[in-house]
């Protein structure tokens, strides 16, 4: 039961950090005009701290 609440948690700072920086986030949408929207979403993954952030927590979950 304890797990579920650590996922439900960990779910709303996903939630809470797109929406806070990702949603309508300014340097994504001039990468996509510029480059692409793969180059874009490898600029958010790899480069972007926020999407660090998204990915280990991403692995978070993946563990439990």
Do not use: P, W
Request: hydrophobic share 25%; with cysteine.
């Amino acid at each position: 039961m304890r797990e579920r609440g650590h996922k439900k948690n960990t779910f709303r700072q996903v939630d809470r950090l797109l929406n806070t920086y990702c949603e309508g986030c300014f340097l994504h949408k001039q990468l996509v005009t510029d480059h692409g929207r793969r180059h874009a979403h490898r600029f958010c993954i790899t480069k972007c701290t926020v999407g660090e952030q998204l990915k280990m927590m991403g692995s978070q979950l993946n563990e439990e």
